[in-house]
């Protein structure tokens, strides 16, 4: 199997080999991330009951929590983490 070459930030053209493990330790990387995310997905999903109970919720107020509210989080922190993560 050759090696596979990505554009070097450098030189426009110019390749770079990537060494094997290090494509396996990015999948690794997004892999843990999705898992993440979904987990984070699932959390609310899982404790509705005891979240609704110790704070007293309707089920329209909990769907905004689980929905709305959280789809919002996500959608306001993703540019500027994405930027952070492209900076840093």
Do not use: C, H
Request: negative net charge; proline residues 7%; glycine residues 10%.
């Amino acid at each position: 199997m050759t090696e596979a070459t990505v554009p070097g930030p450098e030189q426009t053209g110019s390749e770079k080999p990537v060494a094997p493990g290090y494509r396996f330790y990015v999948l690794a990387v997004l892999i843990f991330i999705y898992m993440l995310n979904f987990l984070d997905r699932q959390i609310i999903g899982i404790l509705a009951a005891p979240l609704k109970e110790e704070f007293g919720m309707s089920d329209s107020q909990f769907g905004l929590l689980g929905g709305i509210a959280f789809a919002s989080v996500y959608s306001t922190l993703a540019i500027p983490l994405a930027w952070l993560a492209d900076r840093y």
